[in-house]
C-alpha cells in the first residue's frame, strides 16, 4: 500500500487547542499500544489537564505529556511548537508547559497505518526530531484531508469504464467459446 503525505489544506479554526504543521513533520502521540505519529492537529484536554487528540492519546512534548494546570489561561502554541500560556490573574507573566514534539521520517511509506490517524513506525525505522528551523506549527488551525474529490471521482469514473470494458470483452469471449463448441457439437458423424 502506499501512504499520500502530501499536505492537505490548512482550515482556520480558531481554536486555541487546535494546530496544523505548515510543512513537513509529524505529532509525536502516546496511545496504549505505544508511540504513534499523527498530523491531526484536532487537540483538546482530558480530566487531568493533558494536551490529547480527541480519541484522547496524549500528545507527547520534548519531555513528555503536555499538562496545563486549572488556573491555566490564554494558550499560545507558538511556530516552534512551545506551549505557554498565562498563569491565574497575572497580566504578563508566560510560562511554558512544553514544546510539542515534532518529528519526520527519511521514508514516510515505511510507516503503517494504526488506527483512523496514526501511523506506527517498524523497529527498524527511527523519527527524526523536526530542527526548530523547520516547524511551522500554526495555532487556530486545522489541516484537512489531502483527498481531491473532483480528482478521485474522475479516477473511479475511469476504472469504472475500464472494469466494464473488460468484464464485456470477458462476455463476449465465453460467448464466442459457448457458440464454437455447440457448432462442433452440430457437426455430421
Aim: proline fraction near 5%; aromatic fraction near 2%; charged fraction near 25%.
Amino acid at each position: 500500500s502506499w501512504h499520500d503525505m502530501n499536505q492537505g489544506t490548512i482550515q482556520q479554526t480558531k481554536g486555541p487547542l487546535d494546530i496544523a504543521i505548515d510543512g513537513e513533520g509529524m505529532l509525536v502521540v502516546q496511545t496504549p499500544r505505544g508511540e504513534r505519529y499523527t498530523r491531526n492537529g484536532a487537540l483538546q484536554l482530558n480530566n487531568a489537564g493533558e494536551l490529547v487528540t480527541l480519541t484522547g492519546d496524549k500528545v507527547l512534548g520534548e519531555t513528555g505529556p503536555i499538562v496545563l494546570q486549572l488556573t491555566d489561561r490564554d494558550v499560545e502554541i507558538t511556530k516552534d511548537g512551545t506551549v505557554k500560556v498565562r498563569e491565574g490573574v497575572s497580566l504578563n507573566t508566560d510560562s511554558t508547559r512544553g514544546k510539542i514534539r515534532l518529528v519526520t521520517f527519511a521514508n514516510p511509506q515505511g510507516l503503517r497505518k494504526d488506527g483512523a490517524n496514526t501511523f506506527a513506525a517498524p523497529a527498524d525505522m527511527q523519527p527524526t526530531p523536526l530542527a526548530d528551523a523547520s516547524r511551522n506549527v500554526v495555532q487556530g488551525s486545522i489541516e484537512k484531508s489531502n483527498v481531491r474529490p473532483v480528482v478521485e471521482m474522475s479516477r473511479m469514473i475511469e476504472l469504472t469504464r475500464a472494469y466494464t470494458e473488460v468484464a464485456t470483452l470477458l462476455q463476449q469471449q465465453s460467448d464466442m467459446r459457448k457458440n464454437s463448441i455447440q457448432q462442433l457439437a452440430d457437426v455430421p458423424l
